[in-house]
């Protein structure tokens, strides 16, 4: 199985995909984000740096991504807190002209070489609770994060998942709890479950 979670920075990803791992004793893939030299300097400058923060994070995920389609790296199941797809969505947000081209030219080779998830959960939720918890948890490099970017970045997931040909769950997360409160967390979980088994039923 594998499984990944998607949606909008701060709309609590990590935090469901580390729930999941310990309940399926899958193997947790979770994203380099802090390790990309270029992304706090792009917060600053997002025109002089979007390239490089981009470039950087599609040839990283790749690189992890790509393991589970190399046998023997892969044994069992997986939960992720991306979709390599979100690379996309974000270049496609922050490029512009010749340097989206060229992006282009790289995510179009690397992309079909990588595996179909089993299931999406696409987390959304408003910008101004995306915001709220992005201020909750504190990023040095996130302290500038705008309304407006969030906004701008919601739209284009929901653009994005209108059309997945995948296997989705979508989730209302802004009205739910999953990590504060034991109930709301047992519901979601019992939610994914069933996705999943469906899933399985149509294999």
Known sequence: MYMV??????VGKTSLSKRLAA??????????????????PFYENPAAYAFQVQVFFLLSRFKQL????????WQGSVVGDYLFAKDFIFAAMNLRDHEFSL???????????????DLVVYLRAEPDVLLRRIEKRGRPFEAAMQAAYLSDLTERY???????????????AGHIDFVGDQEHETELMARIHAALGTVSAAD
Not at 5 to 10: A, K, L, N, Q
Not at 66 to 73: E, I, T, W
Not at 103 to 114: I, Q, V
Not at 158 to 172: C, H, I, K, P, W
């Open 23 to 40: 309940r399926y004793g899958a193997e947790l893939k979770l994203e380099v984000v802090e390790e990309n030299p270029f992304l706090a």
């Open 66 to 73: 790509s393991q589970l389609s190399q046998s023997g790296l």
């Open 103 to 117: 992006y282009n030219d790289l995510y179009s080779h690397l992309s079909p070489r990588l595996p179909t998830p």
């Open 5 to 10: 979670v998607e949606g909008p920075i701060g």
């Open 158 to 172: 929901d653009e994005y998942f209108r059309s997945y040909a995948g296997n989705l769950l979508t989730v209302q």
